[in-house]
């Protein structure tokens, strides 16, 4: 097309002038893809540790308080931990097969795990400390806390009397692996157990509090015959899972289910507002790209007055002027994005591998997904076609005798 | 014979508060192939009719017609088509897009309304370049290249498209005497060769007397019309008033066409 030809002949013609807004796109572009990069690392970070090895939807089976009771409870200052809600009334799932069978053939849940949660005191000699007992399937565990990986003695088993302990728990009972240990119930139900292994989970609450049973084990101590009192499951798109609660909810009444968002909503707050300035240091960046895109090429029309008035006395048409102009926006947004892509990749890299912890780790992983190339070079290239649209509505406006006329 | 160009009652009126009337009624016509200069002081509004005749200004009153079609019913679009298909331009200034070589931009009235040339588009432009003299310059930049040179390159891109009428506003108005000889030589070749339409617009009072037509305006109207065949060069010059200068005539002269009984007084 002739307006191509146009468009990249006053470019290269330009030549500082093309070169320096390629520049000054390409150092916009490249802006955008680093932070993007960098939020997107940060965040990913954040949520994988918070829950990357926990659950993300919790199902309890509580009992729906009686209206009365209702009234007097603080809603506001409720917390619900694993623990708070344990300690109200249980009503054990009898039931729970095929309602787990269910779930596990269900894509966006990645994990599913029946539990046996309870308190209780393990006693040793003189000291008794309080514990959080927790009975599931090692193996359907393992798939939401990565817990094989993270024995740090002893053995991964629960099997039979066996159970793991927290490290922090396990220093303070000065227990090792093959110790015993006494376990009870607030209801007075006691049992002897051998210490198997020992986990450390990377949070201090719970490395100083769990005790690891066997599902039947837990099922055994707490009298529950074959019931839990809970399911836990992870999801495959982590911030799906305060949806798929709602829905569980609605499907599967008999337990109550919370998810991981609902637990940390000052994490999810925090997120998405360094989302959002993130966005807007974006959005100026790209509005200044556009502007430089823009001034450019009012200058240009200017200098080219007289070639645009030649092309319409020679037959173009206004709409074909306006595509030289609009062509010229798009090139100049696609070529210099080309250029910011590579130096944000650069950037990416450069930051990955100089900025590292004391113990010469890189901060946090960051990927770079190529959708993030594709998404900046589409918008940078329509952001240089509508920065190209007063300087094209003008060059069509043009008068071509005023030009001729004035030499 | 129906004429090619037929102009009625062309008025032009500049300005909406202060109103500068520059064309005042003007009614003429031209035959195919008529090679026909227009002139008058500045002011006297030739350039404005030449604008009106090419479809860059539009008449505030009366029509223009090109074989017998109203050009003034036209849009914007349908009169860009008009211009690239029926005319070609020279102007003073050459204007060459300095960002093509000399070929492209003899191929560029072709290659805005097609795309692409073809190849024998390609072959009339690089014949049309050997005609007019600058067949060796043929990749050069236009900013390489000697205003003669140039504006002989503006001539081939005004023919490319084989147009009917070419309009010339000031040809050789920027040129030096020796290269206004052989450009206004060149242009009346080619309006015998390929029986074109001119109309030129020029001061210099050497092109119209060897135009077939002069049409002197004065203050937008016309003063004087009328062929030149038959009159001998010193009535052509008598004709043209009394404002000639002696440089000019010498230039008629070496043109071949100049009467040897000519004044010879410096």
């Known amino acids: 097309m002739f307006e191509i030809q146009v468009a990249l002949r006053f470019l290269k013609e330009g030549r500082m002038q093309t070169l320096l807004i390629m520049v000054g796109i390409a150092i916009g572009i490249a802006v955008l893809i680093f932070l993007n990069a960098l939020i997107g690392g940060l965040q990913a970070d954040l949520v994988n540790s918070t829950v990357g090895t926990s659950p993300h939807i919790v199902g309890n089976s509580v009992d729906k308080e009686p209206p009365g009771r209702l009234a007097d409870l603080d809603r506001a200052t409720k917390v619900f931990t694993r623990e708070t809600v344990s300690r109200e009334e249980d009503r054990p799932l009898r039931n729970w097969v095929p309602v787990v069978e269910q779930l596990e053939k269900m894509d966006r849940f990645t994990a599913v795990s029946p539990v046996v949660d309870g308190s209780g005191f393990i006693t040793l000699g003189d000291t008794s400390l309080p514990v959080v007992v927790r009975g599931f399937p090692l193996e359907s565990a393992d798939a939401i806390y990565n817990l094989q990986e993270r024995i740090i003695r002893g053995e991964f088993t629960a099997a039979g009397n066996r159970v793991l302990l927290g490290k922090d728990l396990a220093e303070e009972l000065r227990v090792d692996p093959g110790n015993i240990i006494r376990l009870s119930t607030p209801e007075g139900v006691d049992g002897t157990f051998t210490v198997a292994g020992i986990f450390e989970l990377g949070t201090q609450a719970i490395n100083e509090s769990w005790v690891l049973l066997s599902l039947s084990g837990a099922q055994t101590l707490y009298g529950l015959e074959g019931g839990i009192n809970g399911i836990e499951l992870q999801v495959q798109d982590v911030f799906a899972a305060d949806g798929a609660a709602r829905l569980l909810g609605q499907s599967f009444s008999d337990l109550q289910w919370t998810s991981w968002q609902e637990e940390n909503a000052d994490l999810l707050s925090a997120l998405s507002s360094q989302s959002a300035s993130s966005y807007v240091i974006q959005a100026f960046v790209l509005l200044a790209v556009t502007m430089g895109i823009s001034s450019v090429l009012a200058v240009s029309v200017i200098q080219k007055s007289r070639q645009i008035g030649i092309l319409k006395a020679l037959g173009i048409t206004t709409s074909g002027v306006s595509r030289i102009f609009l062509i010229q926006g798009a090139l100049l947004g696609f070529l210099g994005s080309l250029l910011g892509s590579a130096l944000g990749a650069f950037l990416v890299w450069a930051f990955f591998f100089f900025v590292r912890t004391e113990t010469g780790d890189p901060l946090f992983p960051i990927t770079l997904s190529p959708g993030i190339f594709f998404f900046s070079i589409g918008i940078a290239t329509l952001a240089g076609m509508a920065a190209a649209a007063a300087p094209a509505r003008r060059a069509a406006r043009l008068n071509t005798i005023e030009v001729i006329k004035n030499g | ?266």
């Not at chain 2, 005042?24 to 090679?35: P, R």
């Not at chain 2, 008009?82 to 960002?99: D, K």
């Not at chain 2, 920027?174 to 001119?198: G, H, Q």
Request: hydrophobic residues 35%; negative net charge.
């Open chain 2, 1 to 266: 014979m129906a004429s090619q160009i037929e102009l009625k009652n062309i008025t032009k009126v500049y300005g909406t508060a202060v109103k500068t009337i520059v064309l005042k009624g003007i009614d003429l016509s031209f035959q195919a192939g008529e090679y026909s200069a227009i002139i008058g002081q500045s002011g006297s509004g030739k350039s404005t009719l030449l604008n009106i005749i090419s479809t860059l200004d539009r008449p505030t009153d009366g029509t223009v017609l090109v074989d017998e079609k109203d050009l003034t019913t036209f849009n914007d679009d349908q009169l860009a088509r008009f211009r690239n298909e029926t005319l070609g331009f020279i102007f003073q200034f050459h204007y060459l897009l300095p960002e093509f070589n000399a070929l492209e931009n003899v191929l560029i009235p072709y290659w805005l309304a097609h795309g692409k040339p073809p190849t024998e588009t390609v072959e009339l432009a690089k014949e049309l370049l050997d005609r007019v003299g600058v067949a060796d310059r043929m990749y050069n930049k236009s900013t390489d290249l000697s205003g003669g040179q140039q504006q002989r390159i503006a001539i081939a891109r005004a023919l490319v498209n084989r147009p009917q009428i070419i309009l010339a506003d000031e040809p050789t108005g920027s040129l030096d005497s020796e290269t206004t000889i052989a450009v206004n030589r060149l242009l009346r070749e080619i309006n015998e060769e390929y029986k074109t339409t001119f109309i030129v617009v020029t001061h210099d009072r050497h092109i119209a007397a060897e135009c077939d037509r002069v049409i002197e305006l004065v203050d937008g109207r016309i003063d004087r019309d009328y062929l030149t065949e038959g009159l001998e060069m010193e009535e052509r010059w008598k004709d043209l008033g009394p404002a000639q200068c002696f440089r000019i005539q010498e230039m008629a002269q070496e043109c071949q066409h100049a009467d040897s009984k000519g004044t010879e007084e410096e």
